[in-house]
């Protein structure tokens, strides 16, 4: 079906998983792009669905949660509302955001599970799985950790080596350990209901490879690598506690695998919106005449473009993807983006250390989009970009644009004479970027539909040194008429064609230039603002960064470096110690001590800084425990404390002592505590 028959589209945004804030690399990937195409389309009059919201099932909201003490429901409602706050505050314009752990998720995955249970799509099979024996569990893909096959990194899950990007299951990581308790697995029976993806194989290579030869190399260079692997059938359960129930009988204690039911998130929203806006949800999934497309990163092209699809075809009502346009990866500063390791640039820290400034780092992600390669993402980039090409050319030829009109003809625009072959000219150009920017848009070249923008502003900057109405206005006033006419109709077309990179800064273009119900089929023309119109007073649509603002940016990202270098570094506090005799014991001063005060250690996510009144004095103790304990949590506790340990600096601070604490089998630790009643200062012996 051509483009130009399709009646509706639904774009839907890869579900953000709510065990963390969103990044830069988030952004670049899947939703900057995914939001510039949405605010096009809607531009052209299209009628549009824009589909998000938090995937909230899987292993690692289930390891954050008993990391941090808490409920997985605690967990995914921090971020949750964290994620649609920063979408909301930098302007992604999602028509929904909602979340799977709603009851219309719940519902329409089991339903959709069910359907294709009753209708024989699945093989229950029993099979032997990773257990943990000392834990008692089943381990899903997320629990176990080994060595990747592919690239030999050590800390790769069971499911994908985030180094490399290969989809991996757990039977294929060298030397796998289970995440509970560290030990190594054995293989348990189980049963589970698997997918025979195998039987689409064939169907999969012609959709694919055949029938859309279009889709951007990246993404069908990686479907034929898994393709010709060939596809087996895979489990679309897993024994897990959170998450969807198996809706069948026989399945207690199972819950439905994450891939399976976070695809169909984007189906329950459309439900909630369409409900919401008095739509039929159906249309624009189940109809001929709707266009799905699918904005994702790279790690997810398989999810979206092998094994959702597979799963469509096999409900057999639905739609299947038109294009699956997903983006490589961004880095920071020339190193991998990582979460673990807080070398991020986080939505919700930039939103605060930059105000207003939504744009320049849309400008800036769209500009560096990582489309076919990864690419890198530098604060001197950032710096060069906002204010060689954002302030010295889109910001200067408005700003010039308005002034003069104020300057010369009270506020409102002139009318247009006749016109020269230089207007001509320019007049011919304008009406040649809509039509530009329009063919790279259809071909999710975001960053080339971009680049044309920009060469807009400069036609209109360049128009302006050319005929310089600064100096023509002593001796031609008709000539600066038509001159001042054409500049703002620059900036009327620049209003319309920007929307969808730099929405903030078009509402501020509409303001000033009083452009009401802008379309997209009106820019390129020079009628857009009628002759005594008024013009707004200018305002600057961008500000120059200076040297010092991105230094801190830098630093910062240095900081966390040395503190992560430093973590590695600091000695283990509790380390296997040599066979002792009775008098080296009795040399150990052991007494009872309570917590004063307790708070983080700067640059560290390790350390906490405590005050201990150990009956003795009170001192200072810096312990290595902050992934376990809040320093609330530890303000009054009774601790053990060595107080003859001899003072050793830990991050600049001297630490005075230790406090003794018992680590589990999984890694958690338990403070040692004497009797409350025990007083400060009591020995033990």
Known sequence: MSEKNYNRYTLTAALPYANGPVHIGHLAGVYVPADIYARYLRLKGKDVAFICGSDEHGVAIELRARKEGVTPQQVVDKYHNQIKDSFGQFGISFDIYSRTSSKTHHDTASEYFKKLYENGKFEERSSEQFYDEKENQFLADRYIKGTCPTCNFPDAYGDQCESCGSTLSPGELINPKSMLSGESPIMKETKHWYFPLNEYEDWLKKWILEDHKEW??????????????????????????????????????????????????????????????????????????????????????????????????????????????????????????????????????????????????????????????????????????????????????????????????????????????????????????????????????????????????????????????????????ARVETIMNLALQIAGSLTILSEPFLPFTAEKLKTMLNQTNIKWDQAGTVDLLDAGQPIEKPILLFEKIEDKTVEGQVQKLMDTKKANEAEAAEPNLTPAKDEIVFDDFMKMDLRVGEILTAEKVEKSNKLLKFTVDTGLDKRTIVSGIAKHFTPEEMVGKKVVVMSNLAPRKIMGIESQGMLLFAENADGSLKAVSPADASENGATIS
Not at 258 to 271: C, E, L
Not at 396 to 414: C, D, Q, S, W
Request: with cysteine; aromatic share 12%; charged share 30%.
């Open 216 to 477: 951007k190399p990246n993404v069908s260079g990686q479907c034929k690598s898994w393709l010709d692997n060939g596809l087996r059938a895979r489990p679309m359960t897993r024994d897990l506690d959170w998450g969807i129930p198996v809706p069948v009988e026989g399945a207690e204690g199972k819950v439905l695998y994450v891939w399976f039911d976070a695809p169909i998130g984007y189906i329950s929203a459309t439900k909630d919106w369409a409900a919401e806006k008095g739509k039929n949800w159906e249309d624009y999934w189940k109809k001929d005449d709707t266009r799905l497309i699918h904005f994702i990163g790279k790690d997810n092209i398989v999810f979206h473009c092998v094994i959702f699809p597979a799963l469509l075809k096999a409900e057999g009502n639905y739609i299947l993807p038109d294009n699956v346009p997903a983006n490589e990866f961004l880095n920071l500063e020339s190193n991998k983006i990582s979460t673990s390791r807080n070398w991020a640039v986080w939505l919700h820290e930039y939103l605060e250390e930059f105000p207003d400034k939504q744009d320049v780092l849309r400008y800036v992600l769209t500009a560096n989009a990582p489309e076919t390669k990864d690419n890198d993402f530098t604060w001197k980039d950032f710096q060069t970009r906002n204010n060689s090409e954002l302030v010295a050319i889109f910001g200067n030829f408005v700003n010039r644009a308005i002034v003069l009109t104020h300057k010369y003809f009270e506020g409102k625009v002139p009318a247009k004479g006749a016109l020269e072959a230089r207007d001509q000219e320019v007049i011919d150009a304008i009406k040649t970027y809509p039509e530009k920017i329009e063919a790279s848009m259809n071909q999710f070249k975001f960053r080339e539909a971009l680049n044309h923008l920009m060469d807009l502003a400069r036609t209109g900057n360049k128009y302006l040194a050319d005929t310089e109405p600064w100096k023509l206005i002593k001796t031609d006033e």
